[in-house]
C-alpha cells in the first residue's frame, strides 16, 4: 500500500520534473534569438523600475510602496548584501536589468563608480546633500549618515571608562576584550578613513596592534551587538543604527554606546548612497533617487532606520545630532580605495 | 548513450568549478599563489580539517549506533525511533548554532561548534546506515557467535563490514557539508577555509581573491571523494539473499537506556533549536512577518525543492545506473566531478552560474530555470549516492530471469532496475528536497525578483538583528523540513519490512 503510494508520488514528480525540463528547453530555444532583450524580459514586467538594494527590505520596502503610490511607477527590487550585489552588478556589465543601485556604504559605490557602470546625476541632485558626505564626480550621491561607535557592556563599564579613540584599543587594558567585524563593509570604510587622515603607517599600526591585543573577529556589526549585549564581548566596533533600531528599545539594552571623540577618525560618519546604473534607464531612476532625498523620504530614514539625514537636521532619537559629532575631514568619495585597505587587513592577518 | 548522458550531467556539474578556477586565474597565477599560499590559508586549512575530521569520527559512531540501535534492538514502538533518527535533518545548522548561541553566548568555538554539525549531521550516516542493517546478512554473525565469539566481535568483524560502505557515503557527506558550512562556523566564532572565503569575498567587489582562496577547498573535496571511493572499493558486495532475525532482546533498563540515548539526540537535534528559537521570541518584537508573506514564502520554498529534487533525481539516474552496475576510470571522474559542487560554498557556486549564464545563456539570468540549475548542481551528490546504493542493491540475477521471459532490456531496466531502486531514488529525493529548503547564497543570487522562500525570509531578519521575529519563520523552515524527514523515515526499510517485500 505505502510502497504504492510512494511510487505514484514519485512518478508523479518525475514526470512533473521532465515537463519542466522540456519546458525550459522550449523557452529557451524560442528566446534564443532576442537574448538582447533578455535583461529586461528576465527582470519581469516592461516599463517596472529595477531596483538593487544591499539595504534591508524591513528597512526600505515600505519607503519604495509610497513612493509607488504617490508616483504610480512599478518598482521591483532584488535585496541582497550591498558587497555581494556590486559584486553581481560589476559580473553582469551592461547585460544588468538592474536601474538604481541602493547601497549600505560609500566603499561599494564607488567601486560601482570605478567600473563605469553609474551615469552622472545631475547637479540639482547632488547638490542637496553636503559636499563631504557624496561622491565627487556626481556618480552616485549620499543618501543618510551613519556613525562609527564602540559598543560597550554597561554592566562591567562606564560610558567615561571607553576610550572616545579607537587607537586606544590596542593598549594593554583591553586585551582579548575588543571584537570587530574586518569583512564588513563599515569596518572596512573606517580604515580607509584612518589611512587617508592618519596615514598609511598609522593604520598598519593599528590593525598590526588589535591583532597582538587578542581582538576577536565576527562576521557582522549584528554579531558583535548580540555579543556585547549578551555579556560575551566587553566592547566591539559598530554602527550606531544596530543599535538605535534595535529589536527592544535600545535605552533599556545591555549594550550602550560610546561616541567617538569629535573632529578624530573615531567619529567617522559613513554615508548610504544611490546610483543610477544605465542612461536606459529613463526619468523614472531619477524620480526614485530624489524622491529618496525630498523630506518625505529622509524623515522616514530618521524616523524608521534611525540613520542621520542628509537634507534637512532633524536628527534620530536617541543619539547626539550629526553636528555634534563632527566627523573627521574626509570626503567619502575617497572611501573607494577599499581595495588597498582589504590589502591591509589581509596583510595583518584579519581576512 | 547512457554513458553520454551521464558525462553531460557530470561536465555540467563541473562546468562552474572550472569557471571558478579560470576566474582564480584570470588576474595571473602570482596573484592566486599570493592569496593561497600564506599563513593564514594554512591556519583556516588546520582549523577546518580537525573540524571536520571531529564531526565526521563522531558522526560516523553516533550514526552507526543510532541505526543500530534504532534497526537491531528491539524497542517499543520501532517506527518512532527511525523517525527520530531522521527528524534533525529538518534543521538547518545555522539555525542549530544560532539556538545555541543565543541560550549560551559564551560557550562558542570549536566543541561547541562540533556538537551543533554533528546534531544536525548525524541523519546523513544514519540514514544510509539503517538502510544497510536493514539488508545486512546476520548468519554469518550467528556463525561467528557459535563458534564462540563475542556478541561484540561478531558486530565488528561480520555485520560492521557490510554496513561501513553506507555508513562511509553518509560520512563523506557529512565532511563535504561540514567544509561547506559557512552559517554554524560564523555564528560559533571559528574560522574555516569556508569562511575565509566569504569574508575575501564580502571585502572585495573583486572576485578572484575570493575564488582563489576556494581553490584549496575545492583540491579538499576532491580529495574527500576519493578517500571515500578507495574505501568504498575495499568493501565487499553484500550477497543477493540474507536471512535476518528479529532485533534482539535488551534487559528492561538497557532498553530504557538506549531509548533515553536515542530520545536525548533526538530532543538535541530537533527539539531544543524550536524551543530556544521561542524564547528568544519572547523578548522581542520588532519587525514580525506576516501570515501571508510566511504562506507564500512557506509554499515557494517547497514548491522550489520538489522541482528541483525530481530534476536533480533525473540527472543522477544515468550516473547512478552506471556507477551501480560498471567500474570504469571514467565512470569515477564523472562521478566524483558531481560531489564538487555539493563541497563549495554556495555563493562560490552562485557567483560562477551567474558569470557562466549570462555568458552562455544569458535568457535564463535571474529566471527559476537557473536557480534550479544551481539547486542541482549544489545538490547531485545527494541523489547519486543514494540511488547508486540502490541500483547496486538490485540483484543481477533479477535482470537475468526478466531478460530470459523475453523482456527486452529498456522494459527489463524500468520493470526490474528502476522499480527495485525506487525507495533509494526516493530516498535521494527526499535529502534534496530536506537541502533546498535550507539553501540560501544561490537563491539569494539567482531568484527572480521578488521571489521569497523561508531561507531568504529568515536572512532578510537576521541581518536586521531582529532574531525575534526570525524565530517563527526559523521554527516554520524546520516544520517544513520535517515533511521531507518523516516521509523519508516511513520509506526506510527495517529488517521486518524489507524481509516481507523479499517474499514478494
Known amino acids: ?108 559605490l564607488g567601486a560601482v563608480s570605478e567600473a563605469k557602470l553609474f551615469t552622472t546625476l545631475p547637479t540639482a541632485t547632488t547638490s542637496k546633500v553636503p559636499a563631504k558626505y557624496t561622491s565627487k564626480d556626481g556618480s552616485w550621491v549620499g543618501l543618510t549618515g551613519r556613525a562609527r561607535v564602540i559598543a560597550y557592556d554597561s554592566q562591567k563599564y562606564k560610558e567615561a571608562d571607553v576610550p572616545a579613540q579607537v587607537t586606544d584599543l590596542v593598549k594593554p587594558e583591553w586585551k582579548g576584550k575588543v571584537g570587530l567585524a574586518p569583512s564588513n563593509a563599515s569596518f572596512q570604510a573606517f580604515v580607509t578613513a584612518m589611512r587617508l587622515k592618519d596615514g598609511e603607517a598609522a593604520a598598519k599600526a593599528w590593525l598590526a596592534g588589535l591583532v597582538a591585543n587578542g581582538a576577536k573577529s565576527f562576521e557582522s556589526n549584528g554579531d558583535i551587538l548580540e555579543a556585547v549585549n549578551s555579556g560575551a564581548l566587553d566592547l566591539g566596533l559598530i554602527n550606531h543604527y544596530y543599535w538605535a533600531r534595535s529589536e527592544a528599545d535600545p535605552k533599556t539594552l545591555r549594550a550602550q554606546l560610546k561616541f567617538g571623540a569629535p573632529g578624530s577618525t573615531s567619529a567617522l560618519v559613513n554615508v548610504t548612497g544611490a546610483g543610477i546604473l544605465s542612461a536606459k534607464a529613463g526619468p523614472q531612476a531619477q524620480q526614485f533617487v530624489d524622491y529618496l532625498l525630498s523630506d518625505a523620504g529622509q524623515a522616514y530614514f530618521v524616523d524608521e532606520t534611525y540613520e542621520y539625514p542628509l537634507v534637512g537636521s532633524k536628527g534620530p532619537a536617541n543619539v547626539p545630532p550629526l553636528a555634534e559629532l563632527d566627523g573627521p575631514d574626509i570626503n567619502l568619495s575617497e572611501l573607494s580605495s577599499v581595495k588597498e585597505t582589504v590589502q591591509l587587513i589581509t596583510e595583518a592577518g584579519l581576512l | 548513450m547512457v554513458v553520454l548522458a551521464a558525462t553531460l550531467v557530470g561536465a555540467a556539474a563541473v562546468a562552474p568549478i572550472v569557471q571558478i578556477v579560470l576566474r582564480a586565474g584570470s588576474q595571473g597565477w602570482d596573484r592566486t599563489a599570493a592569496i593561497v599560499l600564506r599563513p593564514r590559508t594554512l591556519d583556516l586549512a588546520i582549523n577546518t580539517l580537525t573540524l571536520t575530521a571531529t564531526v565526521c569520527a563522531i558522526s560516523l559512531v553516533l550514526g552507526v549506533a543510532v541505526a543500530y540501535a534504532s534497526t537491531r534492538i528491539a524497542l517499543p514502538a520501532p517506527r518512532l525511533w527511525i523517525v527520530l533518527a531522521c527528524l534533525p535533518l529538518a534543521v538547518p545548522s545555522f539555525v542549530a548554532a544560532f539556538a545555541w548561541a543565543s541560550t549560551w553566548p559564551r560557550a562558542v568555538g570549536f566543541w561547541p561548534l562540533v556538537v551543533v554539525l554533528t546534531v544536525t549531521c548525524v541523519p546523513l550516516v544514519t540514514v544510509p546506515t539503517i538502510g544497510a542493517f536493514a539488508v545486512a546478512d546476520e548468519t554469518l554473525a550467528d556463525v561467528a557467535r557459535t563458534l564462540g565469539r563475542s556478541r561484540a566481535h561478531a558486530f565488528v568483524r561480520v555485520l560492521l563490514p557490510q554496513v561501513l560502505p553506507a555508513a562511509g557515503a553518509g560520512t563523506l557527506l557529512v565532511a563535504l557539508y561540514t567544509i561547506a558550512d559557512f552559517g554554524s562556523p560564523a555564528l560559533m ?234 525507495p533509494g531514488i526516493m530516498a535521494g529525493w527526499l535529502l534534496v528536497v530536506a537541502d533546498v529548503l535550507k539553501e540560501l547564497p544561490a537563491t539569494l543570487m539567482l531568484r527572480p525578483i521578488g521571489v521569497e522562500t523561508l531561507a531568504t525570509e529568515l536572512w532578510g531578519k537576521t541581518t536586521l538583528g531582529a532574531y525575534g521575529a526570525a524565530a517563527p519563520i526559523g521554527i516554520l523552515l524546520v516544520a517544513v523540513g520535517v515533511v521531507p524527514a518523516l516521509i523519508l523515515a516511513r520509506g526506510i526499510r527495517t529488517p521486518g519490512t524489507a524481509d516481507r517485500s523479499a517474499d514478494r
Open chain 2, 189 to 422: 566564532r571559528h574560522q574555516t577555509l569556508t569562511t575565509g572565503v566569504y569574508a575575501l569575498f564580502r571585502s572585495g567587489i573583486d572576485r578572484s581573491a575570493a575564488a582563489a582562496m576556494s581553490l584549496p577547498l575545492a583540491a579538499l573535496a576532491l580529495s574527500l571523494v576519493i578517500a571515500e571511493r578507495r574505501l568504498r572499493a575495499r568493501g565487499g558486495r553484500r550477497p543477493a539473499a540474507a536471512r535476518r532475525r528479529p532485533p534482539h532482546q535488551l534487559s528492561g533498563p538497557g532498553t530504557a537506556l538506549v531509548a533515553a540515548a536515542l530520545s536525548l539526540l533526538a530532543l538535541a537535534g530537533v527539539g531544543a533549536p524550536p524551543a530556544a528559537l521561542v524564547r528568544r521570541s519572547l523578548i522581542a518584537d520588532r519587525y514580525p512577518s506576516t501570515a501571508s508573506d510566511l504562506a507564500g514564502a512557506a509554499a515557494t520554498s517547497l514548491a522550489l525543492a520538489a522541482v528541483a529534487a525530481s530534476v536533480t533525481v533525473l540527472l543522477a539516474l544515468p550516473i547512478s545506473h552506471l556507477v551501480a552496475r560498471y567500474r570504469s576510470r571514467w565512470l569515477a571522474v564523472v562521478e566524483s566531478a558531481t560531489v564538487i559542487g555539493y563541497a563549495m560554498p554556495g555563493v562560490v557556486i552562485a557567483l560562477a552560474l551567474v558569470a557562466l549564464s549570462l555568458a552562455v545563456l544569458p535568457f535564463i539570468y535571474q529566471t527559476l530555470t537557473l536557480l534550479i540549475i544551481a539547486y542541482v548542481v549544489l545538490a547531485l551528490p545527494l541523489s547519486v549516492g543514494p540511488s547508486r546504493a540502490a541500483f547496486r542493491a538490485v540483484p543481477v540475477s533479477m535482470d537475468e530471469v526478466s531478460r530470459t521471459l523475453g523482456r527486452g532490456p529498456v522494459p527489463t531496466w524500468l520493470r526490474v532496475r528502476l522499480r527495485g531502486a525506487l
Open chain 1, 1 to 108: 500500500m505505502t510502497r504504492t503510494r510512494t511510487r505514484t508520488t514519485l512518478y508523479a514528480l518525475v514526470a512533473a520534473g521532465s515537463a519542466f525540463a522540456l519546458a525550459a528547453c522550449g523557452g529557451s530555444a524560442g528566446s534564443a534569438e532576442s537574448s538582447s532583450s533578455a535583461a529586461t524580459s528576465a527582470s519581469g514586467g516592461e516599463g517596472a523600475l529595477v531596483v538593487y538594494s544591499g539595504r534591508d527590505e524591513e528597512l526600505v520596502q515600505p519607503l519604495i510602496d509610497r513612493f509607488q503610490t504617490s508616483s504610480g511607477i512599478t518598482v521591483q527590487v532584488r535585496y541582497g548584501s550591498t558587497t555581494e550585489l556590486a559584486g553581481q552588478l560589476v559580473e553582469e556589465g551592461a547585460a544588468s536589468p538592474a536601474h538604481v543601485f541602493l547601497a549600505q556604504d560609500a566603499g561599494a
